[in-house]
């Protein structure tokens, strides 16, 4: 009786330790943990032989030793989601990239391609050993049982974060050329890729070579998309342009089309419209203007926007059609027609003002009398 009394009791504790310990692997698979120790062990629990002995031991399909092992394995992986930002040292370099200790119990690995949005040769190119830096878990590499991190996405978030600062502020920055095609080049801008459109370049397209830097202002920020759209006109509009609307200055004729010629003065390509060349109609522009042809001009309009200004050699004309028949002239007499178009311009401004003066005073004048006739009544 009494043998029978204890070997209920045993079974009784086999049971309740049985069930303990079936709640604490499901429980430690489902919670984050923190990180453990090498030794770790489950404690107050029976030891692995005793544990074999209890009753549903092998229907549970794994073993605690490879429920411990899978604990030590993945331990400080689960710490890190994919997509957040790890602070981690170089612990050693290779061919194929570096080794970087996040504080995980495995090393993490970023790739060469993950260095840099440039071309990378060798990771000690980008790294040193020891050097501390801000990293980008990508992804996890389950064949080689790592986390893979990223140097280039964590210095993009940061270079994004200033893009759109720099654009609001709509300051000018330098970008370096790596690439070019028909629609433009591309551009290397605080570490992002952008392009400028063959449009929005204040060069021939092949005048520009990889490797030249360009002053550049913002005109497309999309960080989402990546999407990097910078214009090189208008920084260079915004930089040469000291000049005001009506002035006169010497330009040299870069390049002659159907509908115009676009005058370089001064590092910025102005716009000298077929229309605005002569009072004379011209059929054949070619005729009348050459590429490299120095010439004398008159500013209509600037947009600084969008990177344009407008000119004109027809107000420069002492006589209609002198652009035509005696461009020379033009040339030696552009100042004092300038400066006789400014009066004129300034003469029709003034009497603008008076008459709008004059109409406002009678419009006052009247509305007064109306209320004198209202005030008697």
Request: contains cysteine; charged residues 25%; glycine residues 8%.
């Amino acid at each position: 009786m009494l043998a029978k009394s204890s070997s209920l009791q045993q079974r009784r504790r086999c049971s309740s330790v049985t069930r303990a310990t079936r709640v604490t692997p499901l429980a430690a698979a489902t919670t984050p943990r923190a990180p453990v120790s090498s030794d770790f062990r489950i404690k107050n629990a029976p030891s692995i032989e005793e544990r074999k002995g209890y009753a549903g031991y092998d229907a549970v399909g794994f073993t605690y030793e490879e429920f411990e092992d899978a604990l030590l394995e993945h331990d400080g992986r689960l710490m890190f989601d994919i997509g957040s930002f790890v602070t981690g040292s170089v612990a050693s370099l290779d061919s194929r990239g570096a080794y970087i200790d996040i504080g995980a119990k495995a090393l993490a690995f970023c790739p060469t391609e993950e260095l840099s949005s440039t071309r990378v040769g060798r990771a000690s190119d980008v790294l040193q050993l020891g050097m501390l830096r801000e990293f980008q878990v990508v992804r996890e590499d389950r064949h080689d049982n790592v986390l893979i991190v990223s140097l280039k996405a964590a210095e993009a978030k940061i270079a994004w974060k200033r893009i759109r600062q720099m654009a609001a502020e709509d300051v000018t920055v330098m970008g370096k050329v790596s690439d070019a095609n028909r629609g433009g080049v591309i551009v290397n801008v605080e570490g992002v890729q952008g392009f400028v459109p063959s449009s929005h370049l204040s060069v021939a397209l092949a005048a520009i070579n990889n490797g030249d830097t360009l002053p550049l202002k913002f005109l497309e920020t999309d960080e989402i998309r990546q999407r990097l759209v910078l214009s090189n006109r208008r920084a260079k509009v915004e930089k040469a342009i000291t000049f005001k609307v009506g002035d006169v200055v010497v330009g040299t004729i870069a390049s002659v089309k159907p509908y115009g010629a676009f005058v370089d003065i001064g590092g910025v390509n102005g716009l000298l419209h077929i229309s605005q060349l002569s009072h004379e109609r011209i059929a054949n522009i070619n005729s009348v203007i050459s590429v490299g042809q120095q010439v004398k001009v008159m500013v209509l309009s600037q947009d600084q926007q969008r990177g344009r200004v407008s000119l004109s050699t027809k107000k420069l004309e002492p006589t209609p059609g002198d652009m035509v028949n005696n461009p020379q002239l033009v040339f030696e007499k552009a100042e004092m027609m300038a400066e006789a178009f400014k009066q004129r311009v300034a003469a029709a401004e003034a009497a603008a003002r008076a008459e709008e003066a004059k109409l406002a005073s009678e419009i006052a004048g009247q509305a007064l009398g109306e209320e004198s006739l209202a005030a008697g009544a």
